[in-house]
T-cell receptor, first 113, second 115 residues
Framework: GENVEQHPSTLSVQEGDSAVIKCTYS??????FPWYKQELGKRPQLIIDIRSNVGEKKDQRIAVTLNKTAKHFSLHITETQPEDSAVYFCAASLKTSYDKVIFGPGTSLSVIP | NAGVTQTPKFRVLKTGQSMTLLCAQDMNHEYMYWYRQDPGMGLRLIHY???????AKGEVPDGYNVSRLKKQNFLLGLESAAPSQTSVYFCASSSGAATNNQPQHFGDGTRLSIL
C-alpha cells in the first residue's frame, strides 16, 4: 500500500543549530504535504504545509522543500530553540475514493540548551 | 470556539468490555477522522467520514465501528475491547479534502488502556 517514510526517527541538536527532517512518499498523485508538531502530551498541530505546484515555502524559522520528481520533501528549522523540542510528523495526501492523508512515523527532535 | 473536543480524556477498560469515544467539532467541518497513535508508529487512520451519514475504512479499521449521525459528531466504538487496542486515540476534522489543501484540526486525544 501507499506509505510515507520519515528520517531520522530521533534528532538532537544544539540550540541555535539547524534541524532537517526528510520524508519520502510513494503515491505519485499526492499533491498536499502538511507538517505537524506534537509536544509531549499534546495534540498534533499544523505548522506548515506545501502544495505540489510549489517547490519551497518559508514561515519565519521553518521552511519546507518539495521534490516531486524524487517524491521527497523536507522540513528545515533554523536557529533552533528549546521550545522546538517535540515530535514532528510529515504527511502526504492520497487520492483514493475519499481523500485523506497518510502520516510518517514521526521524528523526535530534542534541542539542547 | 472550542474546535475539536474529545470525551473522555482517559479510560481504563477490561478485555471484552465495550465503549464509545465521542468527538465533537464546532467548525462546521465536513470531514472527520479517527486515528490511533502508538509509539514509533505515528498516526494511523482507523475510520473517517466525508459528511453526515457517511463513513469509510482507514488503515486499521478492524475491531472498531463508527457513526456520523450528525455533522458535528463522530463516534468511535469498540465492541469487545482487546489489549492490542490500548492506545491514544485522536479525532480530527477538516473543512475539505486533503487534495484541496485542507489541514486537519486535532482534538486533545483519549488515552485508553485495556487490561
Amino acid at each position: 500500500g501507499e506509505n510515507v517514510e520519515q528520517h531520522p526517527s530521533t534528532l538532537s541538536v544544539q540550540e541555535g543549530d539547524s534541524a532537517v527532517i526528510k520524508c519520502t512518499y510513494s503515491d505519485s498523485a499526492s499533491n498536499y504535504f502538511p507538517w505537524y508538531k506534537q509536544e509531549l502530551g499534546k495534540r498534533p498541530q499544523l505548522i506548515i504545509d506545501i502544495r505540489s505546484n510549489v517547490g519551497e515555502k518559508k514561515d519565519q524559522r521553518i521552511a519546507v522543500t518539495l521534490n516531486k520528481t524524487a517524491k521527497h520533501f523536507s522540513l528545515h528549522i533554523t536557529e533552533t530553540q528549546p521550545e522546538d523540542s517535540a515530535v514532528y510528523f510529515c504527511a502526504a495526501s492520497l487520492k483514493t475514493s475519499y481523500d485523506k492523508v497518510i502520516f510518517g512515523p514521526g521524528t523526535s527532535l530534542s534541542v539542547i540548551p | 470556539n472550542a474546535g475539536v473536543t474529545q470525551t473522555p480524556k482517559f479510560r481504563v477498560l477490561k478485555t471484552g468490555q465495550s465503549m464509545t469515544l465521542l468527538c465533537a467539532q464546532d467548525m462546521n467541518h465536513e470531514y472527520m477522522y479517527w486515528y490511533r497513535q502508538d509509539p514509533g508508529m505515528g498516526l494511523r487512520l482507523i475510520h473517517y467520514s466525508v459528511g453526515e451519514g457517511t463513513t469509510a475504512k482507514g488503515e486499521v479499521p478492524d475491531g472498531y465501528n463508527v457513526s456520523r449521525l450528525k455533522k458535528q459528531n463522530f463516534l468511535l466504538g469498540l465492541e469487545s475491547a482487546a489489549p492490542s487496542q490500548t492506545s491514544v486515540y485522536f479525532c480530527a476534522s477538516s473543512s475539505g479534502a486533503a487534495t484541496n489543501n485542507q489541514p486537519q484540526h486535532f482534538g486533545d486525544g483519549t488515552r485508553l488502556s485495556i487490561l
